[in-house]
């Protein structure tokens, strides 16, 4: 079973520091080319595959964004609640059973919200579980989400 758009939603605020720091490593690459005496294509070719790798986070930044603003208040607000950390500044009752019956439901209007603008299970995986973070973090969703379904 998959959960790519769990994996999406959680890493949304990785996203940003992700990219400050491949910033800051192919600034680096690009000053230290100097000390490097491989030959200059291949520098480039790996500061190239840095630049797109960036490039990438940004374009599921702004996709993520794109998918939350389709979905209701309500469904945004739980999928940020839960997901993304942000507290409401209103009573809300996070402990009754409508709740994550709510949490159910939001996810999959999300995952909706995200396929309504290109962004699939295959394409998620071919383009993001490349990168070592998406990688883990797929795997750690996989992980959470099958001992929540064992049947005894």
């Known amino acids: 079973m998959s959960y790519y758009e769990k994996t999406i939603i959680a890493s949304y605020n990785a ?3 992700l990219c400050t720091q491949l910033e800051t490593v192919i600034k680096q690459k690009a000053k230290n080319s100097y000390y490097n005496y491989s030959p200059c294509y291949n520098q480039a ?3 190239l ?3 797109e790798v960036r490039l990438d986070l940004l374009e ?3 996709l993520i964004d794109e998918a939350l ?3 209701s208040f309500e469904d945004s607000f739980l999928i940020k609640y839960k997901y993304l950390g942000v507290k409401p500044d209103f009573e809300f009752d996070h402990t009754s059973r409508n709740y994550f019956r709510k949490q159910v439901k939001a996810i999959e209007k999300f995952k909706k919200a995200l396929v309504s603008i290109g962004v699939t299970e295959e394409w ?3 383009r993001y579980l490349g990168i070592a973070y998406f990688k883990c973090l797929d795997k750690k969703i996989k992980n959470e989400e099958g001992k929540k379904h064992v049947i005894y």
Request: net charge positive; hydrophobic share 45%; proline share 6%.
């Open 69 to 71: 603003s389709k979905l």
């Open 49 to 51: 595959k840095l630049v």
């Open 60 to 62: 599921l930044k702004s």
């Open 15 to 17: 996203l940003m520091p």
């Open 45 to 47: 070719n790996e500061i």
């Open 124 to 126: 998620f995986t071919k």
